[in-house]
């Protein structure tokens, strides 16, 4: 692989990661109604969603989604209202400051951060941008049947890396944002953001 071939793939993740979708709602959602660690794991559910697609691709199983077209309509229409269930649960949570929220709730956080990974992660199975960016525009620029392990890892280091740097910001400033409330009544306010964010989300994965 050629550093420009890489390069191509460097600025085309910068593109996709930059474009704003389902993943950058959910990751903004989680982040602004959870923190920038619950951002963060949604974003790591994004990069194991594209990576799993980038291997796929790799391996000359770009064909996998017309061959099993079926299976990723119903992954997708299961993720699409498992991110609306969320939504709505959160636009009619009962509104706390994040210190009473933690307080409430304690031990609660691997499983607030675990649903925020598949969050992401359902998000990018179910998105068919991601679909047709490794199975059908990646290959177009990159010989897939002459990459080597060592390519691999560095497309997949490559697809870890500007995805945290991107969604990464997305996620600072939205907590950033999530922080900033001081009142319960705004906090209720936030959540219905966060909630109509979600649903957005499971919306636009389930009408592409």
């Known amino acids: 692989m050629s550093a420009e071939t890489l390069l191509a793939f460097v600025a085309a993740m910068f593109l996709l990661s930059l474009t704003p979708g389902p993943g950058v709602l959910a990751v903004v959602a989680r982040a602004l109604t959870h923190g920038f660690a619950a951002g963060l794991a949604a974003t790591a559910g994004l990069v194991v969603g594209d990576i799993l697609f980038l291997v796929l691709a790799i ?5 996998l989604a017309a061959v099993l077209g079926e299976f990723f309509l119903v992954v997708k ?3 699409a209202a498992y991110l609306i269930w969320l939504g709505v649960k ?3 949570s009962k509104a706390q400051l994040p210190a009473k929220a933690a307080q409430a709730e304690p031990g609660n956080g691997q499983r607030r951060h675990g649903r925020s ?4 992660f359902l998000v990018t199975i179910g998105n068919p941008k991601a679909i047709l960016f490794y199975g059908a525009f ?3 620029f990159i010989d897939v049947t ?3 392990l060592a390519d691999v890892a560095v497309l997949a280091a490559v697809v870890t890396l500007v995805l945290f740097l991107v ?3 997305y996620a600072f400033v939205a907590a950033r944002a999530g922080r900033a409330i001081r009142s319960v009544r705004a906090m209720a306010w936030l959540n219905r953001v966060g909630g109509g964010l979600l649903v957005g989300a499971g919306v636009a994965v389930a009408t592409r």
Request: hydrophobic share 60%; aromatic share 8%.
């Open 146 to 148: 002459v990459l080597g």
């Open 117 to 120: 990974f598949a969050v992401g």
């Open 59 to 63: 391996a000359g199983l770009s064909a």
């Open 138 to 140: 990646v290959p177009t």
């Open 167 to 169: 969604l990464g910001a």
């Open 77 to 79: 229409i299961l993720g």
């Open 90 to 92: 959160l636009w009619r």
